[in-house]
């Protein structure tokens, strides 16, 4: 009685996340590669079967797919859509790129503080991060618009003579998403460089390297573990971010999260729209299965 | 060279510290501005917070994604901890890399995707079943698929580090699994789940992505509402929301903090007077 009670349990414990995530999550997923292959056509119905239900026959649409890599009419890979996928890469790289020359010395710093200090400080990076995401891109927009604080500094200094234009540029859009994402960034590396054993340095020190020497060939290489799990985790949820170009960024800086919202609502082409996600899923996976394995087979050197 | 380099990493430090507080004082002192005026202060005044008290959107908004946030605190923190539990205890079970694939997947997606799909799964079940119309309980669902998985997250991290022989040395004196779980094992991840219900609340009142895509007509959450204004241009009033929420989060994360350390102490205490009472009965 008391055996079958807890098998009861334990298919209970297993069976509630479970049934939650499979009907809320893999079946969201399935709907969403299925309406990827609807042919809407004109009766605008994005749930209509795939099959013929008289003759049996699969009809899968390719075209949501075939027109994200190629326009009507237009050369091959030369379409707004690949544009807007390729802009995201390179708004997703330069961030994580600016996170790790920003965060990287500030996690050394922070680490090499005195024990009682460090867990006041590390709250203070977290601090910000707890309050709204969305108010604090926001007041980018007051700082860095033409009539905006920083600008006001500038002429204030006689740095500039005339305002120049920071927001709806790449400026503002590297600003804030590095500022965002920056804690995302110093975490791993701090908790990595927390870790570092100062005998390796002293080591080295011994053996006559200088500090500069000493950083470049025994800290930086200890510290790659995270350097790589900082970078995925700016690059990330970068690559599909959405209400920072939408603020903070003009018609030229368009990236993919809100192209796929244009198709969705402005366009109305839902099984496109579906397709674009398809495809941005895929350019998420691809960095990260890159990321496991080469995380598996460093711990399967250990 | 040692000279610079130390007054390198404190000037370090602080110009980073100033970059992320920047935009936060920057709210704060603008939301007390008289006027419009974006980059000069012009004089101290309360007007934008009556402005936000007078504003329906907003007061409206507030309470949504008040309600919202609860709720999905509340089913995240539990299904975040019923997930977490079957991850680390649960070894073998068919489908075990699926589930792990699902609970992480919702903190590497991008929300539009997220958004995108629930979208769909919940138009399609509006045409089959006629339910549920999109509003308050589709939002919830939306962001509990977000914030189970960083309650899970933070649950697993604690039960993986909790020193199980204590469970086993309940079961030894006879507890029975169901009072090994609510009189051992929950009162030691009690921290960690309320961490996690903190956590995916702030995410649920913070999002605007998944709000967006699964909100009805006529309902916004807060950061719908903030987002819309945020579009159009400079708003101090948003500055004024902006500092009453920094104000409560300054306060919340300082009290659980706090908590935690006083918590910590206790705990040591208690092992420290423990210990010493043995050593006294073993009479050394």
Known sequence: ????????????????????????????????????????????????????????????????????????????????????????????????????????????????????????????????????????????????????????????????????????????????????????????????????????????????????????????????????????????????????????????????????????????????????????????VVPLALYYRHRGQAEAQH | MKFLAKHFGKAWMVLVYAFLYLPLLFMIVFSFNSTRQDARFTGFSLRWYEALTRDSKIVEGFFLSLKVATVTGLLSATLGTFAAFVLVRYQRFFGRTLFSGMVNAPLVMPEVVIGLSLLLLMVGAQNLLGWPERGMLTIILGHTLMGMAYAMVVVQSRLLEMDRSIEEAAMDLGARPYQVFFLVTLPNIFQAILAAFLLSFTLSFDDVVISEFLSGPGVNTLPQVIFGYARRGINPTIYAAATLLIATVTIVIVSYSVWVARQTRRREREIAAATRAELAAIGR
């Open chain 1, 1 to 284: 009685m008391h055996r079958l009670l807890r098998l009861l349990g334990r298919e209970f414990v297993i069976g509630v996340p479970f049934s939650w995530l499979a009907f809320f999550f893999f079946l969201p997923f399935l709907i969403l590669a299925y309406i990827s292959f609807v042919d809407m056509g004109n009766d605008i119905h994005p749930f209509k079967p795939l099959w013929d239900s008289a003759t049996g026959v699969v009809n899968l649409k390719y075209e949501n797919y075939v027109s994200i890599f190629r326009a009507e009419g237009g050369a091959l890979f030369d379409t707004l859509y690949l544009e807007s996928y390729g802009r995201s890469i390179k708004y997703a790289f330069a961030t994580a790129t600016l996170c790790l020359a920003i965060g990287y010395p500030f996690a050394y710093f922070l680490a090499r503080a005195s024990a009682h200090l460090r867990p006041a400080l590390l709250m203070m990076v977290m601090l910000p991060f707890w309050t709204s995401f969305l108010l604090r891109v926001y007041a980018w927009k007051g700082i860095l618009a033409d009539q905006g604080l920083l600008n006001q500094l500038l002429l204030a200094l006689g740095l500039i003579a005339e305002p120049i234009q920071m927001l709806y540029t790449d400026v503002s859009m590297l600003v804030g998403m590095s500022y965002v994402y920056l804690p995302f960034m110093v975490l791993p590396l701090y908790a990595n460089l927390v870790k570092l054993d100062y005998s390796l340095l002293e080591a080295a020190y011994d053996l006559g390297a200088t500090p500069w020497k000493a950083f470049w060939l025994v800290t930086v290489p200890l510290s790659k573990a995270g350097i790589i799990a900082g970078f995925m985790l700016v690059f990330i949820p970068a690559l599909g971010e959405f209400v920072i170009p939408s603020l903070l960024g003009g018609p030229e800086n368009l990236m993919i999260g809100r192209v796929v919202w244009d198709e969705m609502f402005t366009a109305n082409n839902w099984p496109r729209a579906s397709a674009l996600a398809v495809v941005m899923i895929g350019a998420i």
